[in-house]
C-alpha cells in the first residue's frame, strides 16, 4: 500500500524560503510520479508542479524561479524548495503520488492531474506580508 507523508509546512515572512517534504513508501522511486498542489481559502486547488517517474520537473508559472524539486532517493522523499515566498502563496500544500503507468506523458497535463492515487495530508504554508 502506497503512502505518502507531507511534512516541512510553517509561517514566514514575505522573501523568505521554506522546504516541503514528500515522504513516499510502498512505491519505489521510479515507479510513481508526483504532483505539489496547494489549495488557498476560498480558490480552487491548483498544481505547482510536478515529476515524472524520470525525475523531470515541471512548474506551473506563479511558481517558475521560486519553487525547486529535488529527491533524495535513498530516503525515496521529494523536496519542494520555495524560495522568495509571497504572500498569495499562503495556501494547504499537498503532495500525491500515483503509479507511472497511470501517470500523464507530458508536463502541463501531470501540472493538471488532480487524480493521483495516494495524497499526503497536507501542510499549511503561511506568507505574511
Known amino acids: 500500500q502506497v503512502q505518502v507523508v507531507d511534512s516541512g509546512g510553517g509561517s514566514v515572512r514575505a522573501g523568505e524560503s521554506l522546504k516541503l517534504s514528500c515522504r513516499v513508501s510502498g512505491a519505489a522511486y521510479g515507479t510513481y510520479c508526483m504532483g505539489w498542489w496547494r489549495q488557498a481559502p476560498g480558490k480552487e486547488r491548483e498544481g505547482v508542479a510536478g515529476?515524472?517517474?524520470?525525475?523531470?520537473?515541471y512548474y506551473a508559472d506563479p511558481v517558475k524561479g521560486r519553487f525547486a524539486t529535488s529527491i533524495d532517493i535513498a530516503k525515496n522523499t521529494l523536496y519542494l524548495q520555495m524560495n522568495n515566498l509571497k504572500p498569495e502563496d499562503t495556501a494547504m500544500y499537498f503532495c500525491?503520488?500515483?503509479?507511472?503507468?497511470?501517470?500523464?506523458?507530458?508536463?502541463?497535463?501531470?501540472?493538471?492531474?488532480?487524480?493521483?492515487?495516494?495524497w499526503g495530508q497536507g501542510v499549511q504554508v503561511t506568507v505574511s506580508s
Open positions: 515529476i515524472d517517474a524520470d525525475g523531470r520537473s
Open positions: 500525491g503520488v500515483d503509479f507511472s503507468f497511470l501517470c500523464p506523458g507530458d508536463g502541463t497535463a501531470l501540472l493538471n492531474y488532480r487524480d493521483f492515487g495516494t
